[in-house]
């Protein structure tokens, strides 16, 4: 981990502060319990413990592993419905096929994202390979629940696939931390995902001893998740580890620093880093559908239900096993 690499001596560098920059303060530092999702794939539920209105426009995160399979173990979900919001799934090691009832499908690996707009609905799988179900090996990755507004969530379903090699690569000030702009923008500086909602979401690498202090909206809410490593968050440098998640209060400025001293196989601290403008509408929410009201939960029931949201096509793709 990761898939994606670059010299940071070579890449462009986000602003240092400046007198006038405005730090935010951390609000709270949560630790994700762990659980299991699909076919039984151990995730860590990120965003647990935390208030809709310090994630909004974010609904849901599961850090995905990082588990390294035996032979015949590697998991996945079987088909299910969504509707109303986006799913990004941000692989970081393995791979992961995904098909969907609209004709949509393809691999992700090597630090690419799959970026899904269920919008009215859709029905979705995502599973490994089957040579990787056959072999083992190390999986990890992230999935993403992006909100959509109320104008949008009947949007006609789309995919955006973002190889890694798309990714925006900056580094800071000092060349400490790289930066890989998944969407959204930092200091300028842009990712390749189109997103319904404005947010900017990055995977970072900060090196053992730096520090990352990047620039961020004064309009958007600020997280930080840590997929591996140890650190401390904001200026009062509250100590951060693997699994817990930072919200930080209001300003235009976010600071994290790695500890010097990190684990012999976590060599670096990774984060994610996420914001967005909140959108500020009711939010319900019933498994996979995340809409504005009850009675359009019901409907998003019955659509499914009654086939309205797509039907397996007859080729479709299926979870694997070892016989």
Not at 131 to 159: M, T
Not at 251 to 279: H, W
């Amino acid at each position: 981990m990761p898939a994606v690499t670059a010299d940071t001596l070579t890449l462009p560098r986000v602003r240092a502060a400046a007198p006038e920059d405005t730090e935010r303060p951390v609000k709270s530092v949560t630790t994700g319990p762990r659980g299991f999702e699909g076919e039984g794939f151990p995730v860590v539920r990120a965003f647990a413990g935390v208030s809709t209105a310090d994630l909004d426009p974010f609904v849901h995160m599961d850090q995905m592993g990082e588990v390294d399979y035996p032979p015949g173990e590697p998991k996945g979900t079987p088909w299910h419905p969504h509707r109303g919001f986006e799913t990004v799934t941000y692989i970081i090691d393995g791979r992961f096929q995904h098909q969907d009832s609209t004709g949509g499908g393809g691999l992700i690996e090597n630090g690419a994202t799959q970026w899904m707009t269920a919008g009215a609905g859709i029905l979705h799988i995502e599973t490994p390979p089957a040579e990787l179900v056959e072999s083992g090996g190390l999986f990890h990755g992230i999935q993403l629940w992006v909100n959509l507004p109320a104008a949008d969530k009947f949007l006609a379903p789309k995919y955006q696939n973002l190889e890694g090699g798309q990714a925006g690569l900056v580094t800071t000030d000092d060349g400490g931390a790289l930066i890989r702009i998944v969407a959204g923008d930092i200091d300028g500086h842009t990712g390749p995902g189109s997103t319904h909602t404005p947010i900017t979401f990055a995977h970072t690498t900060v090196a053992p001893g730096a520090r990352m202090s990047i620039p961020w909206r004064q309009d958007f809410n600020a997280l930080v998740y840590v997929l591996s490593g140890r650190g401390t968050v904001g200026a009062e440098q509250r100590p951060i580890r693997q699994g817990q998640l930072a919200v930080f209060g209001s300003g235009d400025r976010i600071t994290v620093t790695a500890d010097s001293g990190q684990d012999s196989n976590r060599p670096a601290l990774e984060l994610l880093v996420l914001g967005g403008r909140p959108i500020r509408e009711p939010v319900v929410q019933y498994g996979p559908f995340v809409m504005n009201t009850r009675q359009q939960l019901v409907e998003a029931i019955e659509d499914y239900q009654a086939g309205r949201l797509g039907v397996i096509p007859p080729d479709a793709l299926m979870p694997h096993t070892v016989r």
